[in-house]
Nanobody, 127 residues
């Protein structure tokens, strides 16, 4: 069974950094992995994604240049490096994965592309 688990969330001051990790991928051959977030009163939105077949990445405009998504092969984990955090980044952050090979890079930030989800980790950024 696949049970994705996020870690690394917490409370930081604006301008600070956090490193989120996601584990529990098992032996499944994944095609795409991503990070999403949900703020109160707003739908879950894509943050960053990585296509494992080529390592290409895609980022939402609101995090481009500040966040970096990567896969740590030695630990079989998905990582999201978050820098220059802003109060509007406050949200529950979720990792997701899918083994299906379809869609474009732009669609990699659509939650409908993913079939496996973690329970989320809270990130709070204060001004």
């Amino acid at each position: 069974q696949v049970q994705l688990v996020e870690s690394g969330g917490g409370s930081v001051q604006a301008g600070g950094s956090l490193r989120l990790s996601c584990s529990g991928f098992g032996a499944t051959v994944w095609y795409r992995m991503g990070w999403f977030r949900k703020r109160p009163g707003k739908p879950r939105e894509g943050v960053a994604a990585i296509r494992l077949t080529g390592g290409s990445t895609h980022y939402a405009d609101f995090v481009k240049g500040r966040f970096t998504i990567s896969e740590d092969h030695s630990k079989n984990t998905l990582v999201l490096e978050m820098n220059s955090l802003k109060p509007e980044d406050t949200a529950m952050y979720y990792c997701a994965a899918d083994s299906r090979d379809y869609g474009s890079d732009s669609s990699s930030l659509w939650e409908s592309r993913y079939g496996h989800w973690g329970q989320g980790t809270q990130v709070t950024v204060s001004s």
